[in-house]
C-alpha cells in the first residue's frame, strides 16, 4: 500500500496567516492527489484534486502544489472557517490511501 | 450535485454484523463509484472498498476482503454496505461517497455518515 505522512500532525495559526501542510506518498502517485477538510461532526468536503485544481465553490486562497511524492497544500490568509483537519489522498493505485491527517487550530 | 443520504446509527454486539444503507440522488447513479470510507473514533480515514453501478462491479481494501460486501439496487439508486463478524474496532463513523470514476478517483461528494458501535 502507498503510505501518505503528512506533515505537521497539529499546526497553530493565526487568523491571517499564510499556512502550509505537507503530505509525502511512499512512491510516486504522479498527479493522483486530492485533500479534504474536514469539520468536527462533519463529513470531509473535497478541497483540491489532481495536485491543484479547486473543487467548485472552493475559496481561491486554497492552493496545492507539488508533484511525484511530496505536494502542499497552502491557505494564503487563514479565515476562521478554516480551522479543521485537512487530510490528502493518494488514487494512484488501489488501496485508496490518506494521510493521518492535519489539525490546523488556533 | 448529487446528495448522499444513509441510514441511521447502529449498535452492534460483536461477532455479529452490519449493513448501512446510502442513497443517492440528485445525478445520474451510473456516472458515480460508490465508495465507504469509515472513520474510528478520533481517528483518520480509512477506505474500505467501492462498487461501480455502470459495471456492477466491486474493489475492496484487502484488509476488508474477507468480510465485506458492497451492493447496489439501481431502481432505488441505493448501495448497502454489509460487514461482518464485528469486533470493537469497528466502531466507527461509516461515510460512502461518490468519485466520478477512474482516474479520477478522489472522493467529491459524502453520505453525512453513520455511526456504527460494536458492544457487548
Known amino acids: 500500500d502507498i503510505q501518505m505522512t503528512q506533515s505537521p500532525s497539529t499546526l497553530s495559526a493565526s487568523v491571517g496567516d499564510r499556512v502550509s501542510i505537507t503530505c509525502r506518498a511512499s512512491q510516486s502517485i504522479s498527479r493522483w492527489l486530492a485533500w479534504y477538510q474536514q469539520k468536527p461532526g462533519e463529513a470531509p468536503k473535497l478541497l483540491i484534486y489532481e495536485i491543484s485544481t479547486l473543487e467548485n465553490g472552493v475559496p481561491s486562497r486554497f492552493s496545492g502544489s507539488g508533484s511525484e511524492t511530496e505536494f502542499t497544500l497552502t491557505i494564503s490568509s487563514l479565515q476562521p472557517d478554516d480551522f479543521a483537519t485537512f487530510y490528502c489522498?493518494?488514487?494512484?493505485?488501489?488501496?485508496?490511501?490518506f494521510g493521518q491527517g492535519t489539525k490546523v487550530e488556533i | 450535485q448529487v446528495q448522499l443520504v444513509q441510514s441511521g446509527a447502529e449498535v452492534k454486539k460483536p461477532g455479529s454484523w452490519m449493513r448501512v444503507s446510502c442513497k443517492a440522488s440528485?445525478?445520474?447513479?451510473?456516472?458515480?463509484?460508490l465508495n465507504w470510507v469509515r472513520q474510528a473514533p478520533g481517528q483518520g480515514l480509512e477506505w474500505m472498498g467501492e462498487i461501480i453501478p455502470m459495471f456492477g462491479t466491486t474493489n475492496y481494501a484487502q484488509k476488508f476482503q474477507d468480510r465485506v460486501t458492497m451492493t447496489l439496487d439501481e431502481s432505488t439508486a441505493t448501495v448497502y454496505m454489509e460487514l461482518s463478524s464485528l469486533s470493537s474496532e469497528d466502531t466507527a463513523i461509516y461515510f460512502c461517497?461518490?468519485?466520478?470514476?477512474?482516474?479520477?478517483?478522489?472522493?467529491?461528494?459524502w453520505g453525512q455518515g453513520t455511526q456504527v458501535t460494536v458492544s457487548p
Open positions: 489522498q493518494q488514487y494512484k493505485t488501489y488501496p485508496w490511501t
Open positions: 440528485g445525478g445520474t447513479f451510473s456516472n458515480y463509484f
Open positions: 461517497a461518490a468519485s466520478p470514476g477512474s482516474p479520477r478517483d478522489y472522493f467529491e461528494y
